[in-house]
């Protein structure tokens, strides 16, 4: 009987015959067919272990082999551990963050990754940089330089108790109010303003909201900060006519009295012409300044015996009259008040400054809410009120701005995390990268609803940390 084994050779046996006839064409060849390329697997197995020993061996004795950290002003960073370096007068010293690494070195090199084995042997001093300063800036492709909002949302916000600042960079979609409409806000202390064609004109009365016709309308109440950033117009208010109540000349063979309001129908046009007369002459005003002329106690002498109104007469006499040398009180008023705009629910009122060559032109519009909270981050540190609540920056990006408004004004770095950094001198604005780069000029109060980071300086970044 066979046993186990002679059935196993037998078998072997059988598949080399059929192997043999294959691949030789003969079942009965001296030599096994497969005998050359398994001889050949093996040793080439038997040397590439022996070369991975060699490898092996010599990684032992000499760890990294990457150099190209040495290279004066590169920031090295640890692939293992994502710590930063620099080499400075023969020492390896660990930096707090990247902007204190482009700035320590001396020239703004690349970063380059080498891994902590490489870093083996060299000696390390003790860490340096900028405590505050930012671990991310921007390239000079990321700076932005297109307009800024200034958005105010209700109190109520996130548990707030009182209306909240948002600072948009780079966000189109606003409705801005044409010239017909304006916004009436009122600031902490209670204030009316009336917001139109970019300015904010104070309200200085009770009567005088009454008498413009916006009795009727709730004002939108903003922080003192965001008004700020809204250039003030005058008041909306006229000087006490000089000698109101005197008498004035004769017109159209009636008596009159300074500091009256007289107003020329034009038939053929369909309209009337308002003018005030003082004592040297007629002087034109709009519909806002006669309504408020109207209004002011001062002017009640001028119309004894009865409630103020204008007083008609005709083109011939008014050809008459001298024309005032006095101030024109229409000067930066709307020519008649404009409808209040209210915003609903869903929108909010922001101040849109946008720079030019000839300065910074603001606008103001209205944006949905939602489109405002989207993408927008807590400040770190704020003033309620005052400075700004949140802010959106494209990812990634950021702005170099100066103050329009000062002389010899420094510039400042704006990252995405809403803080400006001021850059001490030209040689901390190389060592960042942004010599030439575009400087967008902002109005100082602007900048303020930002809050202020450490000073960004070559000295400051290679000093020791926490000295």
């Not at 505050?132 to 109190?155: E, R």
């Not at 966000?171 to 139109?196: N, Y």
């Not at 250039?231 to 300074?258: C, F, M, Q, S």
Request: with cysteine; glycine share 12%; net charge negative.
């Amino acid at each position: 009987m066979q046993s186990r084994r002679d059935q196993v050779q037998a078998y072997f046996f059988v598949v080399g015959r059929m192997i043999a006839a294959v691949t030789h064409g003969r079942p009965d060849a001296l030599v096994q067919p497969n005998r050359r390329s398994s001889t050949g697997v093996v040793i080439g197995m038997l040397i590439a272990a022996l070369i991975c020993g060699i490898f092996f061996i010599y990684g032992l004795f000499v760890p990294g082999g990457n150099t190209a950290w040495r290279t004066p002003g590169t920031v090295i960073a640890a692939e293992e551990t994502g710590a930063r370096y620099l080499l400075l007068d023969g020492q390896l010293r660990p930096v707090l963050n990247y902007a204190s690494a482009r700035l320590a070195g001396a020239a703004p090199g690349p970063v380059t990754s080498v891994s902590v084995a490489s870093l083996v042997g060299a000696p390390t001093g003790s860490p340096i940089g900028i405590p505050g300063a930012p671990d991310s800036i921007p390239a000079v492709k990321d700076l932005d330089v297109g307009p800024w909002s200034v958005c105010t949302l209700p109190a109520g916000r996130a548990g707030s108790s009182a209306p909240q600042l948002t600072v948009l960079v780079g966000r189109s979609g606003g409705r801005p109010l044409d010239d017909a409409r304006g916004v009436l806000v009122a600031s902490p202390d209670g204030t009316r303003h009336l917001l139109w064609q970019g300015r904010r004109y104070r309200i200085p009365s009770a009567e005088t909201v009454q008498v413009l016709g916006y009795d009727a309308v709730t004002p939108v109440s903003v922080p003192a900060g965001w008004l700020d950033t809204v250039p003030a117009g005058r008041d909306l208010g006229v000087p006490p006519t000089e000698g109101a109540g005197t008498p004035g000349p004769i017109v159209g063979g009636r008596p009159t009295l300074v500091g009256q309001v007289l107003t020329v129908g034009s038939p053929a046009l369909e309209s009337e012409q308002l003018y005030l007369l003082r004592a040297d002459g007629v002087s034109p005003i709009s519909t806002s300044v006669a309504a408020l002329l109207l209004a002011d106690p001062a002017s009640a002498p001028a119309y004894p015996g009865g409630p103020p109104e204008p007083v008609p007469i005709g083109q011939a006499a008014l050809a008459d009259l001298p024309v005032s040398r006095g101030t024109d009180l229409a000067a930066g008023l709307p020519e008649s008040p404009p409808a209040a705009a209210a915003p609903s629910s869903d929108s909010v009122p922001c101040a849109r400054n946008t720079p030019g060559p000839a300065g910074v032109t603001t606008t103001i519009e209205l944006r949905d809410r939602s489109e405002v909270d989207a993408g927008s981050a807590v400040v770190a540190a704020r003033a309620p009120g005052v400075a700004a609540d949140r802010v959106s920056f494209p990812t990634g990006g950021g702005v170099l701005v100066r103050d329009q408004g000062a002389e010899a004004a420094g510039t400042f770095l704006v990252t995405e995390t809403g803080t400006r950094f001021p850059i001490a001198d030209d040689a901390a604005l190389t060592g960042l990268g942004y010599q030439g780069a575009p400087v967008t000029a902002l109005p100082g109060s602007m900048l303020d609803l930002l809050p202020m980071g450490p000073v960004l300086s070559t000295t400051a970044a290679r000093a020791e940390a926490g000295a």
